[in-house]
């Protein structure tokens, strides 16, 4: 196995944070420029900014709905055990298959897949019921 020079490792350290700085400086300055030429675009048509504001009240109106529905499935989500909610977070929110889930807990694919159809029919039937 080859050594690195700790000098060497600490510059290309540097190098890697001074370029990765440099992207995100011009990504921010290309979206500022952007969103500026929008705006000033935007002010030469009012029609179009009304209907960005009517577009504006639809979405947050269909957010308030999607919020209180959010809401309503956490209130549920912190009633369940820590295992099953484990089981939701490995594959839903880190997308890991059940092969995986599986294999970090023991158990077979079926076994997995088996708890996810209870767990998720018994949150259907929560959801509904309220």
Same mark, same amino acid.
């Given at each position: 196995m080859k050594r690195r020079d700790p000098i060497h490792s600490a510059r290309e350290a540097q190098l890697v944070s001074y370029i990765s700085t440099i992207i995100r400086n011009t990504a921010t300055n290309y979206y500022r420029a952007k969103r500026r030429s929008l705006f000033r675009e935007l002010l030469k048509e009012p029609d179009k900014v =009304?209907?960005? +504001?009517? #577009?504006?009240?639809? *979405? /947050? =109106? /269909?957010? $308030? @709905?999607? *919020? $209180? @529905?959010? #809401? #309503? +499935?956490?209130?549920? +989500? $912190?009633? +369940?055990?820590?295992?099953d909610l484990d089981l939701l977070v490995k594959k839903y929110v880190f997308e890991q298959t059940d092969e995986k889930i599986a294999l970090s807990e023991g158990v077979t694919k079926q076994a997995i897949n088996q708890r996810k159809k209870r767990l998720l029919e018994k949150l259907k039937v929560l959801l509904k019921n309220e």
């Amino acid at each position: 196995m080859k050594r690195r020079d700790p000098i060497h490792s600490a510059r290309e350290a540097q190098l890697v944070s001074y370029i990765s700085t440099i992207i995100r400086n011009t990504a921010t300055n290309y979206y500022r420029a952007k969103r500026r030429s929008l705006f000033r675009e935007l002010l030469k048509e009012p029609d179009k900014v =009304n209907q960005l +504001l009517r #577009e504006k009240e639809y *979405y /947050q =109106n /269909q957010f $308030s @709905i999607h *919020y $209180s @529905i959010e #809401e #309503e +499935l956490n209130n549920h +989500l $912190s009633r +369940l055990p820590t295992r099953d909610l484990d089981l939701l977070v490995k594959k839903y929110v880190f997308e890991q298959t059940d092969e995986k889930i599986a294999l970090s807990e023991g158990v077979t694919k079926q076994a997995i897949n088996q708890r996810k159809k209870r767990l998720l029919e018994k949150l259907k039937v929560l959801l509904k019921n309220e």
